[in-house]
């Protein structure tokens, strides 16, 4: 059974930072990109970020996070990170992780004073 499980999410300040995980089992992690997307309340799904199985960011999609945000993966440990910085408050998002096969319920990252 594929699993993708977010984690580290949660209440930060703005101008924080938070580091979520993705740890990944029932398929062959390291044989595909993986990706971040975000959906904020009310809103379609945004692409956040994604990386190459070899490690190689492809892109940030989103322009509002290009220069805070940096994904990277551990094909040993099976997970996918999303480094977060300076966060605002329109990053506040449930962050989900996935793959061309599936993706992940997500964790809540909530950015408030």
């Known amino acids: 059974e594929v699993q993708l499980v977010e984690s580290g999410g949660g209440l930060v300040q703005p101008g924080g930072s938070l580091r979520l995980s993705c740890t990944a089992s029932?398929?062959?992690?390291?044989?595909?990109?993986m990706y971040w997307v975000r959906q904020a309340p009310g809103e379609g799904l945004e692409w956040v970020s994604g990386?190459?199985?070899?490690?190689?960011?492809?892109?940030t999609f989103a322009d509002s996070v290009k220069g805070r945000f940096i994904i990277s993966r551990d094909n040993v440990k099976n997970t996918l990170y999303l480094e977060m910085n300076s966060l605002k408050p329109e990053d506040t998002a449930v962050y989900h992780c996935?793959?061309?096969?599936?993706w992940g319920q997500g964790t809540q990252v909530t950015v408030s004073s």
């Open positions: 996935m793959y061309e096969e599936g």
């Open positions: 029932g398929f062959t992690f390291s044989s595909y990109s």
């Open positions: 990386i190459t199985r070899a490690g190689i960011t492809i892109t």
